[in-house]
C-alpha cells in the first residue's frame, strides 16, 4: 500500500465526520490513481461498487453492483467495477480492513461487500458474525447521523433491519427497529414525502412480528396526523403519501370503511387543488384520482370524477397550443419523386403506392431509440393522449417502460408526415392514368378478399372517395375493410367468431382479427402492425373505432384519412389467389 493511501486511511479511520462513500472513492481514487498494487486495487473497488443496486444488466442477484454498465463496439456489456474482479486477496483485504477500522462508515461498507459478495464472487460463505460486525456499524452511522443525506439513512437502516432479519437475529431487529422510528422522528418534514412513511412500510405493511404494539400504534395515529395536515395544507401529493399507505393497512386488515374514509380525503385534496391549475393539469390529476378510486373499488366516486373530466375536457382543448414545422423540397425532386411512383402501367403504380407506404416497424423502433438517445429528458415521461373534447383516451410511458406504446406514437406520428407525399402520390396517379371508379373497382376485387356480394357498397365508397366526398367515402369503406380482412382470416382457415357469455357465438373484433397469427403470417409483422395501429390501436390514429362509434368530429373526415383508408384498401387488393 503506497504512502498516500495508508495515510488517507489512517485518517478516515479517526474521523469522525459525515461522508459519503462516493467522496471516499473520489479521495482514494485521487491518491492511487495508477497504483496497481493489490491493496490500491481493493481499496478502489471497495468504495467503487454501486449500493442497493436496482437495475438487473448485471445479473449478480446481490445488494452492491456495478457503479456503471456499457456496451461496447462488439456488442458485449462492461461492467465497472466488475464482480469477475473480486479475488480472494481482495476478499482477504477487505476482512482485515473490517477488523482494524474504527469508522462505522468504512466498516460497514467492507463488512457488507464480504457478506454480500464473497459468496457470489469466489464461492465462501462469510462467518455470520461478518453480518452482525455488518448491522452494528450501520446502526453507529444511522443513530450518530453520519450521513450527509437523510435519504442515505434511510437506505443505511432499511438495510440494516432485512441483514438482521435474515439473521433472524431478534436483538439486532429490535435495535433496528427503535433506531429507524426514532430516525424518522428526527428527519420527517410534511413537506418531504421521502424523508416519512418508511417505518410503516418496513413494519407495518411490512408485518413486522417484532414491532410492539405501542410502536404500532405510533406509527398508524403518527400517519393520521400527518395526512390531516396535509389534507388543510392542500398537499394533494403528500395526501396520497400518507393516505394510499394507511387505506392499504386498512384494506388488509379487513377494515373497508376506514380505507375508504382515508381514500376520500386524499380524492377530496385534488379534487381541491385542481380549481387553481391549468386546464390540461386538472384533468390529468383528476385522472389520477379516478385510478386511486378504482383501486380501491370505490365505483361511485371514480364515476364522479369521470363526469369532472369530461367537463374540463373543452377548456383542456382551448389551452392547447399547435406546433408546426415546415421544411423545403426543391420542385425538381418532387416531380422526379412522383414520376418514379407513377410509371409502367396503373397497375403497377397502384401496387407501388400500396408498398411504398407501409411503414416500417423496425425502422420506427431505431428512431424512438436514437430520439430517446438524443433527447433523453423528453423520453423520460408519461404522454397523455386526449381527444377532440380533452378527454383522456390512453397514457404512454416512457421508452424504457413502454417501448411498444412509444413505437406506436412515434409511427402515429410520422403517418401525418408521409400524408403529404401519399396524397401527391395518389393525385399523380389519377391525373397520369385518368383513373375512373371502375378502374378502381376492377383492380380491388382481383383479390378474394373483397366479396362480389359487396361491390355495389365498394363501388359507392370509392365513388365518394373520387368525388372528395370523404364523410360517405370514409364511412362506406371502412366497415368494408373490416369485412376484408374476416374474409382473410376464413380463407386461410382462422375462426371468426368467438364464444359469448351468454351460450351463443358473435363476430371476433377488427383489433382481435389483426392480431391472429394467420393475418402476420399473410400480411407481416409491418403491415398487420400498421393496419392495428391505423384502424384499431388507442394511441394510434383509431379510426375503425372512432368512425363506428360516431367518436370523430366532422373535421376529422378530411383528405388525410380518407388516403389512409384507400391505401389500406389498395394493400388488401394485393392478395391474390395463387396456383399451387
Not at 137 to 154: F, G, N
Not at 259 to 282: H, L, M, W, Y
Not at 412 to 433: G, I
Not at 536 to 562: K, L, M, Y
Amino acid at each position: 500500500m503506497n504512502i498516500e493511501l495508508a495515510q488517507l486511511i489512517s485518517e478516515l479511520d479517526k474521523s469522525d465526520e459525515k461522508i459519503t462513500e462516493s467522496c471516499i472513492a473520489t479521495k482514494i481514487n485521487e491518491v492511487t490513481k495508477e497504483d496497481l498494487s493489490s491493496g490500491s486495487i481493493a481499496e478502489r473497488m471497495a468504495f467503487g461498487f454501486s449500493e442497493d443496486y436496482k437495475h438487473k444488466q448485471s445479473g449478480w442477484g446481490t445488494y452492491f453492483g456495478p457503479m456503471m454498465v456499457w456496451f461496447g463496439d462488439d456488442g458485449k456489456a462492461y461492467e465497472s467495477p466488475s464482480i469477475s474482479s473480486i479475488t480472494e486477496e481482495v476478499v482477504e483485504h477487505w476482512i482485515s480492513r473490517s477488523q482494524s477500522t474504527s469508522n462505522p462508515v468504512l466498516k460497514a461498507r467492507y463488512c457488507g461487500l464480504i457478506w454480500d459478495l464473497s459468496n457470489a464472487a469466489i464461492g465462501k460463505k462469510p462467518d455470520h458474525t461478518v453480518a452482525v460486525n455488518y448491522v452494528n456499524a450501520l446502526l453507529e452511522i444511522t443513530d450518530k447521523d453520519l450521513c450527509k443525506h437523510p435519504t442515505e439513512s434511510i437506505k443505511k437502516i432499511t438495510r440494516a433491519y432485512k441483514v438482521a432479519s435474515g439473521l433472524n437475529n431478534i436483538s439486532l431487529i429490535n435495535r433496528c427497529i427503535e433506531s429507524a422510528i426514532n430516525l424518522e422522528d428526527r428527519i420527517a418534514e410534511d413537506s418531504k414525502a421521502g424523508l416519512w412513511g418508511f417505518c410503516f412500510d418496513l413494519f407495518v405493511l411490512g408485518k413486522s412480528k417484532y414491532l410492539s404494539e405501542d410502536q404500532r400504534e405510533k406509527l398508524i395515529e403518527g400517519l393520521e396526523q400527518r395526512l390531516m395536515r396535509l389534507s388543510k395544507d392542500s398537499s394533494p401529493w403528500g395526501c396520497e403519501s400518507a393516505g394510499v399507505r394507511l387505506a392499504d393497512y386498512y384494506r388488509v386488515k379487513g377494515n373497508k370503511e376506514e380505507a375508504t374514509r382515508v381514500i376520500k380525503v386524499v380524492g377530496k385534496s385534488f379534487e381541491d387543488a385542481c380549481d387553481n391549475v391549468a386546464p390540461i393539469q386538472a384533468s390529468s390529476w383528476l385522472q389520477h384520482v379516478h385510478d386511486i378510486y378504482i383501486s380501491f373499488n370505490m365505483k361511485s366516486d371514480a364515476e364522479r370524477i369521470t363526469k369532472k373530466i369530461t367537463e374540463v375536457g373543452p377548456d383542456v382543448v382551448d389551452s392547447m397550443q399547435e406546433l408546426s414545422h415546415s421544411i423545403e423540397i426543391p420542385n425538381e425532386q418532387l416531380d422526379a419523386y412522383f414520376d418514379s411512383m407513377t410509371n409502367g402501367g396503373l397497375e403497377n403504380t397502384l401496387i407501388r403506392i400500396g408498398a411504398q407506404f407501409i411503414p416500417k416497424k423496425d425502422q420506427v423502433e431505431q428512431q424512438v431509440l436514437e430520439l430517446a438517445k438524443n433527447y433523453p429528458l423528453t423520453n423520460l415521461f408519461t404522454k397523455t393522449l386526449q381527444d377532440h373534447k380533452g378527454r383522456p383516451i390512453a397514457t404512454i410511458g416512457s421508452v424504457e417502460n413502454d417501448l411498444e406504446g412509444s413505437i406506436i406514437h412515434q409511427l402515429s406520428s410520422n403517418l401525418n408526415t408521409d400524408a403529404f407525399f401519399l396524397r401527391h402520390s395518389l393525385k399523380k396517379a389519377l391525373e397520369v392514368y385518368d383513373i375512373n371508379v371502375q378502374d378502381l373497382t376492377d383492380f380491388i376485387f382481383k383479390s378474394p378478399l373483397f366479396e362480389e356480394t359487396k361491390q355495389d357498397i365498394i363501388h359507392a365508397g370509392l365513388r365518394a372517395y373520387l368525388n372528395q366526398d370523404y364523410i360517405s367515402a370514409i364511412h362506406i369503406l371502412v366497415p368494408q375493410i373490416e369485412a376484408a380482412i374476416r374474409t382473410l382470416v376464413e380463407l386461410t382457415g382462422g375462426a371468426t367468431l368467438r364464444s359469448t357469455r351468454q351460450g351463443g357465438l358473435q363476430l371476433r373484433t377488427l383489433d382481435n382479427l389483426l392480431r391472429d397469427e394467420k393475418v402476420e403470417e399473410c400480411f407481416g409483422i409491418d403491415l398487420s402492425f400498421y393496419f392495428r395501429i391505423l384502424l384499431t390501436e388507442q394511441r394510434g390514429w383509431n379510426i375503425r373505432n372512432d368512425v363506428c362509434h360516431a367518436i370523430s368530429p366532422s373535421g376529422t373526415f378530411n383528405c388525410s384519412v380518407a388516403d389512409r383508408i384507400m391505401h389500406v384498401i389498395l394493400c388488401l387488393a394485393q392478395v391474390r389467389v395463387t396456383n399451387t
